[in-house]
């Protein structure tokens, strides 16, 4: 089939290589290089990369509703539309050009999770498994229906990262399949249900804060959730500085050992050499074990304790 691709992430890349090899991919479509990191250098997309090693012709509108880029789409004449994880909302405009219709990967067990960032959220809520759906697209976001789904465990020391990075892959053969199946014309489609719908949006920076009152299960889940963006964080009193410290590795190892007195959330009740330091949550107490400040590299929270002379007593977070 000719299919145009439109996808912008490094989650995109394994679906693009998989049709890549299978089918006739008349044109990818990505997001407008934009400046990224500390020197703000431009730089392309994955999914840009990707296809111009493959010779494949690359498009990149500001909007995807703009007549002229509607009008390129109309000489390329696909057959299928192929989303992953793109960055912007198809309008119908659009979606009327392909010969077939346009299909999404969608990185949750839809109806659950729709929006911008299901894998974090899913992590973060605590889910024990999530998933992939492959959909039809249609006017409202993740609202179309199902053509086909896959169930994944979510392992209690996954981070965002890792659980991205096996859905990628996962994703990329689900994507075949259904490929497969459109051309075969052997397709069902299963409505969303729509008293199961629940709501994955753009993460904020004000929600990464942790707030040291929650379980050390829920603050834990934060972590993973936020690892590698946006970073959860916390305050800390660095050398007489109020700074935002980012925790991005934590354990749920057995820290129940017995405090000195009343011990308020935040307090960092215990250091381990090696290990790193317990800081007392809503219900216990969480190893921390990778740490990071501001304009600093990531380090282990034991070698932050003896760089910073933390000790134990100090508190952190807002005193509230």
Known sequence: ?????????????????????????????????????????????????????????????????????????????????????????????????????????????????????????????????????????????????????????????????????????????????AVRRIKEGCVSFLEQEEEKVGYAPKITKDQAEINWKRSCLDIHNLVRGLNPYPGAFTLAMVRAKMLKMKIWRTDLLNGNFREAGDVCPGTIVKIEKEKGFWVRGGDGNLLIKEVQLPNRNSIGSYDFIKGYSFKEGDILGRRI
């Open 1 to 177: 089939m000719r299919i145009l691709f439109m996808g912008t992430p490094e989650f995109a890349c394994p679906s693009l290589g998989a049709l890549i090899k299978r089918e006739q991919i008349v044109g990818v479509v990505t997001q407008p290089d934009r400046p990224v990191g500390r020197g703000r250098r431009v730089i392309p997309s994955p999914v840009k990369g990707l296809a111009e090693e493959n010779h494949i012709p690359v498009y990149q509108p500001q909007r995807v509703r703009d007549p002229s880029f509607l009008e390129e789409v109309r000489k390329i004449q696909p057959d299928l539309i192929v989303v992953v994880a793109f960055g912007q909302i198809l309008p119908p405009s659009l979606l009327v050009i392909p010969k077939i219709y346009a299909i999404n990967l969608h990185p949750s067990l839809l109806p659950r999770y729709r929006g911008p960032a299901p894998i974090p959220w899913a992590i973060i809520k605590g889910e024990r498994e999530t998933g992939l759906t492959v959909q039809k697209i249609e006017a409202g976001v993740d609202e179309g229906k199902i053509i086909l789904q896959k169930k994944v465990v979510i392992k209690l020391s996954d981070i965002a990262k890792d659980l991205e990075k096996r859905l990628a892959v996962m994703g990329a053969a689900l994507l075949e399949e």
